[in-house]
């Protein structure tokens, strides 16, 4: 790893979170009126950029809370849905 810390990572601790990431799946969607600052997305609590080698582009992940107990929403950075 090398942003946000210079640090060595496990290799396998990542191939897990990256697995997860990747085939991570929706389990509902926000209303089509919800909007990202509603959502926590506006300041995201968590911003997760991954390379695709294969696009040769950025991914983005954003993870917001929201203000309900144990309720998150999560946003594609280069799509429209939360």
């Known amino acids: 790893m090398s942003k946000p810390l210079q640090v060595k990572a496990d ?3 990542i191939t897990t979170f990256l697995s997860t990431i990747r085939f991570g ?6 209303d ?12 995201a609590a968590v911003r997760i950029t991954v390379h695709d080698g294969k696009a040769n582009t950025d991914r983005e992940l954003w ?19 939360i």
Do not use: H, N, Q, V
């Open 63 to 81: 993870i917001g809370k929201s203000p309900e107990a144990d309720k998150y929403y999560a946003k594609d950075a280069s799509r429209a849905a």
């Open 32 to 43: 089509s009126t919800m909007d990202a600052k509603a959502a926590g997305l506006d300041s």
């Open 11 to 13: 290799a396998s601790e």
């Open 25 to 30: 799946r929706a389990s509902g969607f926000a």
